[in-house]
């Protein structure tokens, strides 16, 4: 029998468009009014990247990983990002404003939604103009005696100008900045200096041409132009 | 062949058909069973594989993935990838993860199997 209680309060319900009802100070709002992109829409290489810290010596679980990681996450991200939880907190259904670090000091304005959560995992999904179409998964599980913290990316660059950006140092950025995300949640659990260990697939090497007009709604495009409106700080 | 809470049955419709029964839960640990099913059900001649859902119980971020992952393998040997037996609430899952844009979804296996033809 379909446990269907259970699942309905782990997804978001369906939306067309996403809809933003608070925009928090310092932060932009260029998603509102943007539909959610799965890896089926996106336009490069498909990737799945999985990024995994074992909290050996560490006395958690993890329903306690998850529960520090999701109401704390924006703490956990490396310095120069910003990441805006609505105030309600990381619900299905939410939409979360994001300012990342780019290449020359552009900061990428986007947003993702809350696509799935429950008391191990949550997962958030990415709307048109995002760098990539799909979705990142945070999780924590029991392996080897340990409780492990992992995330992982499925993924294609949402168009040409993201799949070149990923293709000349992206790929190493996003390697990075999930590496070090996972450090600093293992630090605040108690592990410091823990190791990462990083696996990345290439889970489908066509690049989906018929895509390539995603560009229309590109990140790096509209958050150079909302830079360059008068009356903006410069890089955001 | 079952790993965790999910166990899959592989049918042959005809020729050219394969129905994969899932019964269970599909999570980020189910991969293996999936995958394995979708071996089975694709070899040699298989023009489309349909997934029977009537049986599942569960299904969690990590699964969905997994479908994502199934639908390249099925797009590389030039399959179609079809479903049936969802409910309301998970095909609702597949339209906000815009995976109905990709597997064609149907209210019966003798529909899906019309429409795999």
Not at chain 1, 11 to 22: D, G
Not at chain 1, 148 to 172: F, I, K, T
Request: glycine share 10%; net charge negative.
């Amino acid at each position: 029998m379909s446990d269907t209680r259970r699942s309905e309060g782990s997804w978001a319900r369906p939306v067309s468009t996403l809809t933003v009802t608070e925009v928090p100070e310092g932060a932009a709002n260029l998603v509102d009014g943007k539909r959610l992109l799965s890896p089926v829409q996106g336009f490069g290489k498909m990737w799945q990247k999985t990024y995994r810290v074992s909290l050996d010596r560490v006395a958690t679980t993890p329903e306690a990983v998850i529960s520090a990681w999701r109401d704390d996450f924006p703490s956990f991200w490396p310095r120069g990002n910003d990441f805006y939880p609505p105030l309600t907190g990381l619900e299905p259904g939410e939409v979360a404003l994001i300012k990342a670090a780019g290449p020359g000091g552009l900061k990428f304005k986007t947003g993702v939604m809350v696509l799935y959560s429950d008391d191990v995992s949550f997962t958030l999904m990415t709307p048109e103009g995002h760098m990539f179409a799909g979705w990142i998964t945070f999780s924590s599980h029991e392996a080897d005696g340990a409780t492990v913290a992992q995330a992982q990316v499925l993924m294609r660059a949402q168009d040409p100008l993201s799949e070149m950006g990923l293709a000349m140092g992206g790929h190493r950025m996003e390697n990075r900045f999930w590496e070090q995300t996972l450090r600093n949640l293992a630090a605040h659990l108690g592990k410091e200096d823990a190791e990462v260990s990083t696996h990345v697939t290439c889970v489908d090497r066509r690049r989906q041409w018929s895509r390539a007009k995603n560009v229309r709604h590109s990140v790096a495009i509209r958050s150079t132009l909302h830079m360059l409106k008068p009356g903006k700080k410069s890089a955001g | 062949m079952t790993q965790g809470t999910l166990s899959m049955d592989v049918r042959r419709v005809d020729g050219s058909v394969a129905v994969l029964d899932i019964n269970g839960e599909i999570t980020s640990f189910s991969e293996e069973a999936l995958m394995d099913a979708y071996a089975e059900g694709a070899s040699d001649g298989t023009k489309a594989v349909i997934l029977n859902f009537s049986g599942l119980e569960y299904m969690n971020s990590g699964g969905i993935g997994l479908l994502v992952t199934m639908l390249v393998r099925a797009n590389r040997a030039r399959q179609k990838l079809l479903a049936y037996g969802l409910t309301e609430h998970y095909r609702q899952i597949f339209e906000l993860t815009r995976l109905d844009e990709a597997i064609g979804i149907f209210d019966t296996e003798a529909e899906a199997v019309d429409a795999a033809a």
